[in-house]
């Protein structure tokens, strides 16, 4: 049997979610195949990045010193406020967030666009990885109409549904709910976003089936469903996702045979869909044919024929695991 045990490590001063001890090259493969603006949400607080903002927003705030009114969107501020509310903070991480403007005065996670043509500072970033935090996500999430990243990843105890309004965020690239307790069924809205890079919520409870209406994200290049307790078919219509380069479904209840579609997924590098409960007996010969394929995991009781192994020669990684062991 091979072990599977996910983590977290370090890579270049980013945070980074591994996918197993025994594969560390694939998930090496896997950061190096992500340009600088995926990598971006998982940079520390110290990264370059976020220093040149705070920079410019130093020099924009002496110039509003003398300013009674915040000058961030109030609609925005209001939404904040109603996050903060589903929220429960029991390490005083979010203690700013009761005063001042959420841009002039850097509240904790907030990170804002310059000044807007009209006159506004937007939030464009809510980054509150790991900050202890517990309670739900509020709808009102949906109306932060310029964010590109929201990261509630690694909260460990934040429950209740993904928020459907989500879905309005046209602008989101982002979504980052890892390692939490988030439940119920993936909204159907969650699909109105065509803008979106990264769909991250492994290590959730999240049940249901997947939507086939997912397949309209079509900008979507990793989409990490792992670890959580999905049920029912995998949707051959996601086979049209023509971005994707990392499909992790393992470890949940997923059932019927593979999708021989899957290999007509161009981009695709890593596949993982060990530890659910498929009924077919062999991997879809058509994954031969994978030619950037550079992991594929299963579980038994599939079976690999002698012309498929001859095909998958590029593969770096091929898993079959026994599950029952």
């Known amino acids: 049997m091979i072990l599977d045990i996910c983590f977290v490590n370090d890579f270049g001063g980013c945070f980074f979610e591994l996918l197993c001890l025994e594969v560390g090259k694939a998930a090496e493969e896997m950061w190096k195949s992500m340009s600088e603006e995926e990598k971006a949400p998982y940079e520390v607080k110290s990264g370059q990045r976020k220093v040149e903002y705070e920079k410019q927003m130093k020099a924009y705030n002496k110039k509003q010193e003398n300013s009674a009114n915040g000058i961030g969107d109030d609609h925005e501020v209001d ?26 005065s850097n509240w904790t996670g907030v990170i804002c666009t310059m000044p807007q043509p009209d006159g506004f500072l937007h939030i464009q970033e809510l980054r509150m990885l790991n900050l202890n935090l517990t309670g739900k996500l509020a709808p009102e999430l949906g109306q932060l109409s310029n964010l590109t990243v929201l990261n509630f990843m690694w909260n ?20 980052l709910l890892s390692g939490n307790q988030l ?13 979106l890079l ?51 479904l393992d470890n949940n209840n997923l059932m019927g045979n593979l ?48 012309q498929f192994i001859q095909r998958e020669k590029g593969y770096k990684y091929l898993f079959l695991i026994d599950r029952f062991m």
């Open 259 to 306: 999708p021989p579609e899957f290999s007509q997924m161009p981009k695709l590098r890593i596949l993982q869909l060990d530890n659910n409960n498929f009924g077919g007996t062999e991997i879809p010969a058509s994954y031969g044919n994978m030619s950037n394929l550079v992991k594929l995991s299963a579980s038994f009781p599939f079976s690999i024929d002698y």
């Open 198 to 248: 990264m769909f991250q919520v492994d290590l959730n409870k999240i049940t249901g089936s997947l939507p086939k209406s997912f397949v309209n994200l079509i900008s979507c290049r990793h989409f990490h469903m792992n670890n959580n307790s999905i049920s029912g078919q995998i949707p051959s219509e996601l086979s049209s996702m023509p971005a994707l380069i990392h499909f992790l």
């Open 156 to 175: 460990h105890n934040i429950t209740g549904s993904i928020p459907k309004e989500i879905g309005n965020i046209k602008s989101l690239k982002f979504l």
């Open 183 to 195: 439940s119920g069924p993936l909204a159907d809205e969650l699909s109105f976003l065509p803008n």
């Open 79 to 104: 939404a904040l406020q109603a996050i903060r509310r589903k929220l429960k903070d029991p390490r005083k991480n979010l203690r700013n967030w009761r005063k001042g403007d959420p841009c002039v």
